[in-house]
């Protein structure tokens, strides 16, 4: 399962790859507000960032970058898009799933730029991001959840769907908006390729409360271990 860090906060990105080996990143408008950047400096930052860890390539290093949430019009979403694009090799496109936006996605990836279909919430959104070819379909998670959804089902149907019609490994699916340790198990129990999630959610997800325990009980033997 890929790991990638959902911030647009360059010490985030840069601790959590040189800690943990995540594999990309993926940002939208709340990221980028939370950067404290314009958008265009934050995403330049991140450019830059990539080149000085010699990471350039959209398979070594995939960076989700979402469109400016009022295009909505496929002309407009695809003229913003190559010009993002152009920044950096390893940005992907984030593109609202709207019926502008499918078109969008179709133009894109026959002109060889990747996208990454968001802001989806059902598997017959997800069907859409397979039939365009995107690099990624971002099907949310915490946001259903939060409504007390069950999301394994839903992510489980879209791999199936997904293996149903060869799509499954084309069209990547990454679990979006993961907010806790259980979410990211559910996630890979379904079978989804990447999770992306915050920096605190992986922190968390590493720990747990028997094992500072384990911790505790194991300093406390090794320091009344006669000779040592
Ligand atoms: C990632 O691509 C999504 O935009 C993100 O996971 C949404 O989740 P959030 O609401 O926690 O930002």
Redesign the pocket.
């Known amino acids: 399962m890929k790991f990638f860090l ?1 911030s647009a906060k360059l010490d985030e990105i840069n601790k959590a790859y040189e800690d943990w080996g995540i594999d990309g990143v ?1 940002t ?1 408008p ?2 980028i507000q939370a950067s404290g950047k314009p958008f265009l400096t934050a995403i330049s930052d991140i450019a830059a960032w990539i080149k000085e860890k010699g990471l350039e390539g959209v398979d070594r290093f995939p960076v ?1 970058v ?1 469109l400016d949430p009022h295009l909505t019009e496929a002309e407009d979403m695809v003229n913003a898009a190559r010009k993002i694009s152009a920044m950096c090799e390893n940005f992907v496109i ?1 593109i609202p799933c709207l019926p502008g936006g499918v078109k969008a996605a179709r133009i894109l990836e026959k002109e060889g730029i990747r996208t990454n279909l ?1 802001l989806v919430f059902s598997p017959s959104q997800a069907i859409w991001a397979g039939r365009a070819g995107c690099l990624f379909v ?1 099907p ?1 998670i ?2 259903k959840e939060d409504n007390g959804e069950d999301c394994r089902g839903y992510i489980q149907d879209i791999v199936d769907i997904y293996e149903n019609y060869g799509w499954y490994g084309k069209t990547q699916i ?1 679990a ?4 806790s340790p259980k979410q990211i198990v559910d996630c890979a129990v379904s079978g989804a390729d990447i999770v ?1 999630a ?1 920096f605190a959610v992986y922190a968390q997800s590493i720990k747990h409360a028997y094992t500072t325990q384990g911790i505790g009980t194991f300093t406390d033997a090794w320091d009344n271990t006669a000779g040592n």
């Not at 979006?176 to 907010?179: L, N, T």
């Open positions: 959902d993926t939208n709340k990221h989700s979402e984030k968001t971002s949310f915490g946001w990454i979006a908006a993961v907010r992306t915050g």
